[in-house]
């Protein structure tokens, strides 16, 4: 029998995770497809809340946005490899997620969208659509992938 | 009401979306977690058939080769953008597909072993262990986001 290849979580694990999700700009998120019921992936664009805990701004015209709003659970992977290296040995973290789609009139709607400016500046031409809305993604467990033969299990307690 | 944001596929859609699978050496997997079922999203690598099938190489050690042996549905993202421009127009397609474990005495998995060893070279350090399996990705739909504006719905018949 294969060995169990999960590492014990360090504070080096720790510190790696939570660099990931802080500097993600982008990610590709996974939900259900409400006809198919199939997982679907796409690339969304990602920020944080203060704590950190991953926001995207999603448009209702996205099939996405759609498949949240009738089942929000949903999985995240962020680290993205750049064009340089093998991809499959950079550091990334697959985070399993709910999603909640937040109120425009509150404070927290403001505080995430003025980080959000600023992380992604280019936001500014959609960000206030009628269409888009921020949502949070509140973690409930992730697997840290720090290169061959370095995983991790986290817990939501780990990471905010 | 928003427009329906899907252009009608065309040669010039199906092209590229043939080209990023063609051209994909990794990308983003999405499966069903059997414990929590809740979409997980995890980095894998790419080839394809030489009829343009996806196919992956997992091992039995990593959680998404559990959970597709668990429930063969799965999302696959496929078009990564490099270390320039806006990750959000780069193209990209999101397949959803059924997995199948292929048989390693068969002169189909011999057939996809070599294609994938001309397109991933180092894969030859591991792609005999026991606990590596080729899966085919069968595409059941896919939809191509060709950038900003330029959404597509294909079907298996557009693409092999």
Redesign the interface.
Known sequence: M?QD?IRPTDAEAITLAKSLIRNA??G??????PK??????????VGTTKDGVPVSLIS????HTKALRNDP?????LG?????G???T?P?I?I?AQATFLDKSTAQYAAIRSLYLQSHP?SKLYIDFA?FNFVTLEI??A?L?GGFGKAYELSPDDLI
């Open positions: 294969p290849p700009n982008f590709a998120l996974a939900v259900i497809d198919s019921r199939t997982p679907s992936v796409t690339r969304v664009a209702d015209l996205s099939a659970n949903c999985g995240l992977l993205e490899p750049g064009s340089k093998d991809p499959l950079h990334r697959s399993q280019k269409d409930t467990s697997a992938n």
